[in-house]
């Protein structure tokens, strides 16, 4: 059977001006984790907060006290260079540090913001200096990239460099409030097939009108944004989301 089901409501769909809040009522309204989209303007032509923000909220939600368990920062790093920021995050609060594959395969070595590295990085490095400084490692892909470049990273020996999660994201990243892209839910369904016990994660447009498809498809840890915080009844909102997955798993079709 497939790691339990998770959901991590994004906070970018939150009310910033009381967001310590937001994310405290957000965990009693059933989440799991909370998903923290981090854009610095170059990945992704959009930028939203760093880490001063992630350390300001992080006294809101308690510590998870087991992996991946119930208060988990979920930080989504569109960034264009990963390795910079790992520290920084992890001092701010961050559990899950999830970056882009391909900006690991594309970018320096520097392990701090004002480092200078005349080495590239790569996945399986990155992914490894992560567990180092103490969290879970998540690796996302675009639409445009193909899952199977990931086979390398995840059926690697050497466990340290073997990512915790896959993150595929259903919309292209950088703005929310996109249409769900099923055509990338293939790519979901390969990584359950070959990787049973993975935590895979879908982002972008997740909400109960598509939760069903990417349940079928095999995905556990859902993100939905405005789904959530747009709700009227945020709490129903996460349950129904929690059964579409919990249903697929007891009926072994996840």
Not at 49 to 57: C, E, W
Not at 178 to 201: G, H, T
Not at 222 to 237: L, M, T, Y
Request: proline share 6%; hydrophobic share 40%; glycine share 8%.
């Amino acid at each position: 059977m497939a790691p339990k089901a998770i959901i991590a409501p994004s906070i970018l769909s939150a009310d910033f001006s009381c967001l310590g809040a937001q994310c405290s009522q957000t965990m009693t309204d059933g989440a799991d984790w909370l998903h923290i989209d981090i854009m610095d303007g170059h990945f992704v032509p959009n930028m939203t907060f760093g880490a001063p923000v992630v350390t300001k909220i992080r006294p809101h939600v308690g510590r998870p006290t087991t992996a991946h368990g119930k208060g988990t920062f979920d930080c989504h790093m569109m960034v264009k260079e990963p390795k910079r920021w790992v520290r920084d995050f992890k001092d701010a609060g961050c559990d899950l540090y999830c970056f882009h594959y391909e900006a690991a395969v594309d970018s320096t070595a520097a392990d701090s913001p004002a480092g200078k590295s005349d080495k590239l990085t790569n996945p399986k490095e990155l992914i490894k200096f992560i567990h180092d400084n103490h969290m879970r490692a998540g690796i996302a892909i675009k639409p445009e990239t193909r899952v199977d470049v990931l086979w390398d990273i995840l059926e690697n020996p050497e466990r340290l460099e073997v990512p915790d999660m896959v993150l595929v994201m259903t919309v292209h990243p950088g703005f929310g409030g996109q249409k769900f892209m099923a055509s990338e839910l293939p790519k979901v369904r390969a990584l359950r097939d070959r990787y049973p016990d993975l935590n895979i994660e879908v982002d972008g447009g997740l909400g109960i009108g598509t939760i069903d498809e990417a349940a079928d498809a095999g995905a556990n840890v859902i993100v939905a944004g405005s789904a959530v915080f747009g709700a009227k009844d945020p709490a129903d909102v996460i349950t129904k989301l929690r059964e579409a997955v919990d249903k697929r798993r007891e009926a072994g079709k996840i």
